[in-house]
């Protein structure tokens, strides 16, 4: 027996399949399903009808009893893995199935719940199980996204704030405007600075980057101009500068608000005249070279106190671009967590490292005070300090609070609105699936350590374990 009985809702709904071949059970679970978790559902009697159903429809979730007559619950969840992995599977067991439910478990399901069922935690299971679905698609559409962007090399995502930016940099990339590019630390200005080159008709010659905070007042005008032998005491021979260095191509002055004014002014009569005077000489050299200066602090002010000429200001500030800090391009991030992952995964052989949906969640939602810089390092952090072959947020240490309010999607100021018994069975989940996760941690997945140090008899922490689907194996050493 199949049917599908998709709800009148117009609201988005999701798809759940559930297959078992007692009618009762059917009839029981769909009411939940429907009414307590917005699902339309397809049900099946039996494990061969499901698998026809498969072929027709989308499900998100599978909700599978174990024992079955013609296709157990283990053989459904390894066909359902070969049709499609982003579909989550929950195993139904009954008394004396627990180790099936164990072994579903190890090979992919997301959950078991044993008969009889607790209503509520079979809501809590099921809604944590749909989220888990939708990231494990959004993390395969990002792929399939990234696969087709064709963008400057480093830029990643599609927003609006990006796309302005890249659309100002492809109209001013063939000119010689000096520009101004402008943005909080780790928003990427020099990336931009390089996508101008790249775009620009001097993209055969290597770019020069000036760190202008990094070299003394002294070593930096020398660098840039260069002496001649004799100019000063160690000037042993002549030296070439940055700017005739970037003769034909293009100088990114990084960071110009720390220059001194003594080379300030120096700068200015290059822009103005477009012609440079190494130290110790008395002629001057013509330059052909594109100027971009970078900076992360207001040069307005600087203006206003004196540290900053304005006369230099607007003349690098020809065309001036401004990067957009993250939260400006918010719906990129999830495409820059995809790519960093893929990124050091690759780059550092780290290949079976798994992030778990709860994790990609926290990197979607959190802040980014740093930008794309502070995210990229912390996921490089993330696959460097990996230990085994999944990272969950208890590797990130957020298996406390932070963590758990993102599983669940409650702060504990939303808390007390629920009513007593909901908050309270929140609270408790909370903290057992934390406290278990960094227990097992500690003990590297040995369950019989584990429950000496806690003060609980072995069996006692394995069934703790299982009502929150907490597996010994994915604490254990590689």
Request: hydrophobic fraction near 40%; charge should be negative; charged fraction near 25%.
């Given at each position: 027996m199949t049917d599908i009985q998709p709800s009148g809702n117009n609201a988005p709904r999701r798809l759940a399949m559930i297959v078992d071949d007692e009618p009762d059970m059917l009839s029981m679970l769909?009411?939940?399903?429907?009414?307590?978790?917005?699902?339309?559902?397809?049900a099946a009697s039996s494990g061969l009808a499901a698998l026809e159903l498969l072929g027709d429809c989308k499900p998100d979730l599978v909700?599978?009893?174990?024992?079955?007559?013609?296709?157990d619950g283990l053989q459904l969840l390894s066909k359902i893995q070969s049709h499609d992995r982003t579909i989550s599977v929950i195993i139904m067991t009954g008394y004396g199935t627990i180790d099936m439910a164990v072994q579903a478990l190890k090979n992919g399901a997301y959950d078991f719940l044993q008969k009889p069922f607790d209503k509520?935690?079979?809501?809590?299971?099921?809604?944590?199980?749909?989220?888990?679905t939708t990231l494990l698609r959004t993390n395969r559409h990002l792929t399939e996204k990234l696969n087709d962007l064709a963008l400057p090399e480093g830029f990643i995502g599609r927003s609006a704030a990006q796309k302005r930016v890249l659309d100002l940099l492809a109209r001013i990339a063939d000119t010689d405007a000096t520009v101004l590019i402008r943005g909080e630390s780790g928003t990427g200005k020099e990336l931009a600075a390089r996508a101008l080159h790249n775009l620009s008709n001097r993209c055969d010659r290597r770019m020069i980057v000036?760190?202008?905070?990094?070299?003394?007042?002294?070593?930096?005008?020398?660098?840039?101009?260069?002496?001649?032998?004799?100019?000063?005491?160690?000037?042993?021979?002549?030296?070439?500068?940055?700017?005739?260095?970037?003769?034909?191509?293009?100088?990114?002055?990084?960071?110009?608000?720390?220059?001194?004014?003594?080379?300030?002014?120096?700068?200015?009569?290059?822009?103005?005249?477009?012609?440079?005077?190494?130290?110790?000489?008395?002629?001057?050299?013509?330059v052909d070279v594109r100027v971009v200066?970078?900076?992360?602090?207001?040069?307005?002010?600087k203006i206003r106190s004196g540290e900053f000429r304005a006369d230099l200001f607007y003349r690098l500030n020809v065309v001036g671009v401004v990067m957009p800090n993250l939260l400006e391009m918010k719906e990129d991030v999830p495409l820059l967590v995809h790519h960093f992952l893929a990124l050091y995964k690759r780059q550092y052989g780290r290949e079976e490292v798994v992030v778990a949906p709860e994790v990609l969640r926290h990197l979607y939602q959190r802040p980014w005070p740093g930008n794309v810089r502070e995210l990229q390092n912390t996921i490089k952090s993330i696959i460097l300090s990996a230990t085994?072959?999944?990272?969950?947020?208890?590797?990130?240490?957020l298996a406390g609070d932070e963590g758990a309010a993102q599983q669940d999607g409650h702060s504990f100021e939303e808390l007390h609105t629920l009513p007593y018994n909901r908050a309270k069975s929140i609270l408790v989940s909370r903290f057992s699936?934390?406290?278990?996760?960094?227990?097992?941690?500690?003990?590297?997945?040995?369950?019989?350590?584990?429950a000496a140090d806690c003060g609980l008899e072995r069996q006692a922490l394995q069934r703790i374990m299982r009502r929150y689907g907490i597996v010994s194996i994915d604490f254990k050493q590689k």
């Open positions: 769909r009411l939940i399903l429907e009414k307590r978790c917005g699902c339309d559902v397809v909700i599978t009893d174990i024992m079955m007559p013609d296709l509520d935690h079979i809501i809590r299971v099921v809604r944590n199980c749909l989220e888990r000036v760190n202008c905070p990094a070299l003394p007042e002294n070593v930096l005008e020398s660098e840039l101009f260069g002496y001649s032998k004799g100019a000063f005491t160690g000037a042993i021979q002549e030296k070439k500068g940055l700017f005739l260095e970037a003769h034909g191509s293009t100088l990114l002055l990084d960071e110009i608000a720390d220059i001194p004014v003594q080379v300030q002014t120096k700068l200015l009569r290059v822009l103005q005249e477009k012609e440079i005077q190494p130290l110790g000489q008395n002629k001057t050299i013509k200066a970078s900076t992360n602090q207001n040069l307005e002010e085994g072959g999944n990272v969950c947020l208890a590797d990130l240490g699936e934390g406290y278990l996760r960094n227990l097992l941690i500690r003990h590297h997945g040995n369950v019989t350590n584990a």
